[in-house]
């Protein structure tokens, strides 16, 4: 994974609408990105859902939430629809963003599910790496980013 405290890498992705998203025009905003293995699967379900269940208390703390995995745009859109996700989905469909990002495979076998929290500035506040753990994602996140808001 990348550490905590160095500026986040830029990149230009598409998300689940076909809308460019570039992660340096988002300076002045906190951004929660959560890579994920795959859309509609058990615990990717149940991630994005917790994203979800948690969006307008990130919003409420300055964050912009993107998830990324390397399903395209048409499976993101049909995934996004099914949950009613209020965040974008975005398609990193030759795992550029993923490698960039230093997120691993599980097991050698299996793309990793890592969550970093970029401050207003573009640097790393926090990051977590759980491949079972759904919960924890949103969790550390929501922590991270009210450290944020009181420093």
Avoid at 45 to 51: D, G, K, P, R, S
Avoid at 75 to 84: L, M, Q, V
Avoid at 88 to 104: H, Q, Y
Wanted: charged letters at 25%.
């Amino acid at each position: 994974m990348l550490e905590i405290g160095t500026p986040a890498p830029d990149f230009d992705l598409t998300d689940q609408d076909g809308r460019p998203v570039r992660l340096g025009d988002l300076k002045g905003h906190n951004v929660v990105l959560f890579f994920y293995p795959k859309d509609n699967t058990r615990i990717c379900t149940l991630e994005v859902c917790a994203f979800r269940d948690a969006h307008e208390g990130m919003i409420g703390l300055d964050a912009v939430v993107f998830g990324i995995s390397s399903d395209g745009t048409s499976s993101h859109r049909a995934f996004a629809d099914r949950w009613s996700l209020p965040y974008r989905l975005l398609s990193d469909t030759d795992g550029a963003v993923r490698k960039t990002f230093k997120v691993n495979r599980t097991l050698g076998l299996f793309p990793g599910r890592v969550t970093y929290v970029i401050d207003r500035a573009g640097i790393i506040r926090a990051a977590v790496n759980d491949p079972l753990s759904a919960s924890r994602h949103v969790r550390e996140a929501l922590a991270a980013l009210s450290d944020q808001s009181t420093s």
